[in-house]
């Protein structure tokens, strides 16, 4: 069960497949995760002991010693919960293990993982984890259709495989024509609220677009960026007016190599 294949149809009426992350896989992101939380762990509490040992030593402040011991419970507790919480909504769905594996979180619709369901799914690995070793979280992503622990079924998320796309061992025209200006994912900053907003429609829009662009008479070309910047230029916050028509173009080759690296999988 640990590569069921999953079908899900977004808002926008585009149909993605993907293989559900089953619990061999999650396991192992999960250790490797554990075992990257437990270092930094173990290095916070060696520290705090040097601390407690150093001001004990020069102060003999006994009495106020629980103060600090206090300080470093509160950062673990926020260390150890929010590890998964802000790398899940701030790193595409993956964690350093997820990554290192290569599976992540996503919305069942196929979007990318709100800041609400990060932190739903996340508060409930307390119900997951009960009563002990995860054993509730295990049994439910080894018997559930879908691999969804009950943090998942909550936040309405679910974790998949992911593979970028092998690239192809002849250069396509669009790349060559991006590489030729020299264009590259620095040259454009979207803020990540805004970047959010874009969703495989608007991929499968801008995708269409950069393919069919090149082959297009001038005018046609023009009329065809000036649209798709109306359609998307607004989403990201950017202003059309000012810039010409090629900069226009290579503002939206750059959103094709954002997006690429969000949107395009091989499954």
Known sequence: ??????DIKTPEFVSLQFQSAGLGSRTAAFIIDQLILMTINILIILGLFLFLYDLDRLFFM?????????????????????????????????????????????QENGHSITILSSFIRNLLRIIDSLPANYLIGILMIFFHAKNKRVGDLVAGTIVVHERK?????????????????????KDLVVEEWAFRALGPKEWNLVKTYCNRILQLPLAGREQL???????????????????????????????????????????
Request: proline letters at 2%.
């Open 1 to 6: 069960m640990d590569q069921e294949q999953v």
């Open 62 to 106: 006994t009495e106020f010693m629980s103060f600090p011991i206090a300080i470093t419970i509160i950062i673990l507790f926020i260390l150890n919960w929010g590890y998964f919480f802000v790398l899940e909504y701030f790193s595409g769905g993956k964690t350093l293990g997820k990554r290192i594996i290569g599976i992540r979180v996503i």
């Open 165 to 185: 796309a092998k690239k192809k061992r002849k250069v396509s025209a669009l790349e060559r024509e991006i590489e030729i200006r020299g264009l590259t994912k």
């Open 225 to 267: 960026t000036n649209e798709m910047a109306d359609i998307l230029f607004p989403k990201i916050g950017i202003e059309k007016d000012g810039k010409t028509n090629e900069e226009v173009e290579n503002t939206l080759f750059i959103l094709y190599l954002l997006l690429q690296e969000e949107w395009e999988f091989e499954l």
